[in-house]
Structure formats: C-alpha cells, structure tokens
C-alpha cells in the first residue's frame, strides 16, 4: 500500500482520484442501456428474452423465467442444516434491528386545524440480487426484510442464472423473508422490466439492490417511473486507527474489501506513520493466502493507500470529506471519536468489530451508500418503504383567520385562481344549496 500525508503536494489530487473512481458511467455503458431499457419498455418479454439470452446465454420462455415450486423444492433440498441456520440467524438479526424503524401515523390540533401525516407502505417492490461473479443470500435478506416489516404488498425479485439456475442459498434466502415471485433474469433488463412491467413480471414501485455498471446505469434511467434505493458505486472501507490495535486486523479488514472489485477502495487514516507501515506489511503478508489475490492485488495497487494525519482530529476531518460506505474506528477509545462523525454509511466500533460482520448478520443494512453519497444519504431501511402522506383539515373559523394569509401569498405570486378558492369560502356556506 502507498503511504501520502495530508501535508503532501499530492494529496489532494490523490484523494479525488480515490474518491471519483466509478463515478461517472462511461458512454457506452449508458448508450447500451438506454436502448435496452427502451426495447423493454415498448416489446417487452420479447426484447427481455433476448436481452437475456445475448447476455446470459440462457434461452427462457414466460414458463421458464419464473422460478417454479419444484424448483424452489430441489433448491432447498440442497441446503444444508448448518447453511439454514446460518441464514434464520442473519435474518432473525436483520429483522430485529429494522423493527426499531417502524414509523407510525401521526397527528396533531391548533385552533381548529387537525394536521398530520398518513404512513401507507408500497405496494409492489422488486429486488435486485446480482449473480455474478458470487451469490449474494445476504443481500436478498438485507434488501426484502426491511420491506416485509414496512408491509409491502408484494416484494418480487430478479436475479441473473447460471445455466437456468439460481444458486439455492439465493432462493432459501427469498423464502425466509417472504419473497412472492423469482424470475431468472438479470442486468439491464431485468430493471427495465421491473420498472415497466412485461407479460412476465409486473411492474413495481421501487428497485432496490446493488448490480454491475450497467444494472446501476438501468436504475439511473428508469428512475420517475420507478423509485430506486440508490445508484450503487463501488465498495469502500475507511479505516482510522490511532496506532494501538493489531495491525493484522485492519489489514484483514482492508483485504476484505478489496476482494469485492478491482475498483474497491482500501484507506487507512492513522497519525502514526510506523503502523501505517506495519500495516502495509501485513496487507502483503496476508494477500498471498487469498483465494482472490489477484482482485485483492489490483484494488490494492490502484486505490489502496494510508493517510498519515497530523492527529486523530484530522483524521476524522478526512474520514468525513470522503464520507466512505463502511468506516471503522479501530482506537483504544472509539466511542471518543463517534460524535465527530457526520458522513458514513456505518461505523464500526472498536478492533472486534470487523465490516465483515455488518455485511452479514450484525442486524443493520449492508446496502449503502457510496462513493461519497453518504454525505446525504443512508442505510437501506424500512422507512424506504414508506409513502408519506400530508394530512390536512381546517374549520371554517381557522379559515377565516389563515385564509387571508393565503390569499396574499396567492397575489404575490400572481395566481389569482388560488385567492378566489380562498375568496369563495369566505364568502359562502360549506354545504350545498
């Protein structure tokens, strides 16, 4: 890992180019996806088969793409008893966490004005489970169990085949939260399909779940029809450490994240300039025992690096500039440092509290955001399953005491139609003659 600090000529540069990486979609990317979505949304299944088998190299027909009850059967016939425990654990943990989000219907009265706010779930959600290069359970349990405790009406999902298939921890995970409907398709789109509808798969009120550039690029497009979670970037840690941990951890911790991509970025910001390089010394160690190495080694080259800072304070300061998806604060005193946060995805407590154990069953969301975005977004959760709805209900007496208010507002800004419907009120009866 290279070593820069704050104080370097380069530094700046440096930290944009870590930061900006993924973040603008080449167009190519867009110009491909534009069309597809565009051929969805007028053919539908025809351009969605099509799509999926140009891509995919799997040939589906309406009866295919969904995933069947005997399907569903031979997938968990092949889940073992231990694997089935490790995915109710998760998602009795998730479950709990995301119930202390649950917001209710409020309201509220003032001199003959009763205000408040409806609270009404979504009524169809679809979720994203990539298929790539790995499977994904805990993402399906992290994007469908928020939406269940929301009371979602139906929550569908789409993930990518291998050879016709979906790999059977994916499906177990669907079927412990409550997903109705699987279909076998993936990328592009299977956004566009969710978000337009087809013969085959209806369409939803809101995508969620993280995809490749181009799943991201189809979010972006069809987001005004549908809503979307977020336009997932590449992962990301941010680790800073004041030098008195086990250098081994925060390496392992940084290794971690660079095998999800060749793009992930790895940062240690630490004021010690001696760990940084113990530190440095042990990613190299580790990296050579990892099944992912060469992902790990090409993340590493290109956006890993330590920060050497004047202090912990100066840490922080950059921690909340880049604003990471996962931020671990690996101190003697961690709790020291939290209320000088204000932008991150999650924070990790402490040198026992790997990220490893947020991307699995701590109980908060996994899905995040990224590449900066968290200066002014959060954690999937259940309130993203949410419409809220103004309530409104004023008496004639509080009318005719607000209501000229109102109408001045209405002149000011030269609508005249919206003074007369204050106008009429005031000067008749409420019921018809």
């Given at each position: 890992?290279?070593?820069?600090?704050?104080?370097?000529?380069?530094?700046?540069?440096?930290?944009?180019?870590?930061?900006?990486?993924?973040?603008?979609?080449?167009?190519?990317?867009?110009?491909?996806?534009?069309?597809?979505?565009?051929?969805?949304?007028?053919r539908g299944d025809e351009a969605l088969f099509a799509y999926t088998e140009r891509y995919d190299g799997v040939r589906l027909t309406p009866e295919m793409a969904l995933v069947s009850p005997d399907e569903i059967e031979r997938a968990m016939a092949n889940v073992s008893a231990e694997d089935m425990e490790m995915l109710k654990?998760?998602?009795?943990?998730?479950?709990?966490?995301?119930?202390?989000?649950?917001?209710?219907?409020?309201?509220?009265?003032?001199?003959?004005?009763?205000?408040?706010?409806?609270?009404?779930?979504?009524?169809?959600?679809?979720?994203?489970?990539?298929?790539?290069r790995a499977a994904y359970p805990s993402t399906v349990l992290m994007a469908a169990i928020p939406a269940a405790i929301a009371g979602v009406g139906e929550i569908i999902m789409a993930s990518p085949s291998s050879r016709g298939e979906i790999n059977p921890l994916v499906i177990a995970a669907a079927q412990i939260c409550g997903i109705s409907r699987i279909f076998k398709v993936g990328g592009a789109q299977a956004v566009a399909a969710m978000a337009?509808?087809?013969?085959?798969?209806?369409?939803?009120?809101?995508?969620?779940?993280?995809?490749?550039a181009y799943v991201a690029a189809a979010k972006r497009l069809v987001y005004g029809r549908v809503s979307i979670d977020m336009i997932a970037g590449p992962s990301e840690c941010l680790i800073v450490s004041d030098g008195r941990v086990n250098p081994a951890f925060v390496a392992s911790d940084l290794l971690a994240q660079a095998e999800h991509d060749e793009q992930?970025?790895?940062?240690?910001?630490?004021?010690?300039?001696?760990?940084?390089?113990?530190?440095?010394?042990?990613?190299?160690?580790?990296?050579?025992?990892?099944?992912?190495?060469?992902?790990?080694?090409?993340?590493?080259?290109?956006?890993?690096?330590?920060?050497?800072?004047?202090?912990?304070?100066?840490?922080?300061?950059?921690?909340?500039?880049?604003?990471?998806?996962?931020?671990?604060?690996?101190?003697?005193?961690?709790e020291k440092l939290l209320p000088l946060v204000r932008n991150a995805g999650a924070v990790f407590l402490g040198p026992y509290t790997p990220e490893t154990m947020g991307d699995y069953l701590a109980g908060p969301n996994h899905i995040l955001p990224t590449g900066g975005t968290a200066r002014f977004s959060s954690a999937l959760g259940v309130y993203d399953f949410f419409k809220r709805i103004s309530v409104i209900s004023i008496?004639?007496?509080?009318?005719?005491?607000?209501?000229?208010?109102?109408?001045?507002?209405?002149?000011?800004?030269?609508?005249?139609?919206?003074?007369?419907?204050?106008?009429?009120?005031?000067?008749?009866?409420?019921?018809k003659s």
């Open positions: 890992m290279r070593i820069i600090s704050t104080t370097d000529k380069e530094f700046e540069r440096e930290f944009r180019r870590i930061l900006g990486r993924g973040g603008v979609m080449a167009e190519e990317v867009v110009q491909t996806v534009a069309a597809i979505c565009e051929e969805v949304e007028k654990l998760a998602a009795e943990r998730i479950e709990r966490f995301h119930r202390h989000q649950v917001v209710s219907d409020w309201r509220y009265e003032e001199a003959g004005l009763v205000l408040g706010q409806k609270v009404v779930p979504l009524a169809r959600v679809g979720i994203y489970c990539p298929g790539g337009y509808g087809t013969e085959t798969i209806p369409a939803v009120d809101k995508i969620v779940g993280p995809g490749n992930a970025a790895a940062i240690l910001v630490t004021p010690d300039m001696g760990f940084a390089r113990e530190v440095a010394k042990e990613v190299e160690r580790q990296m050579k025992a990892l099944e992912r190495k060469s992902i790990c080694r090409q993340a590493i080259d290109s956006y890993g690096v330590s920060i050497i800072t004047r202090d912990l304070t100066e840490a922080m300061e950059v921690a909340n500039r880049f604003a990471p998806e996962h931020l671990e604060i690996a101190t003697k005193d961690p008496s004639e007496p509080a009318l005719r005491k607000l209501g000229p208010f109102a109408r001045r507002f209405a002149q000011r800004e030269g609508l005249t139609a919206h003074g007369k419907a204050i106008d009429l009120r005031l000067a008749g009866k409420g019921e």
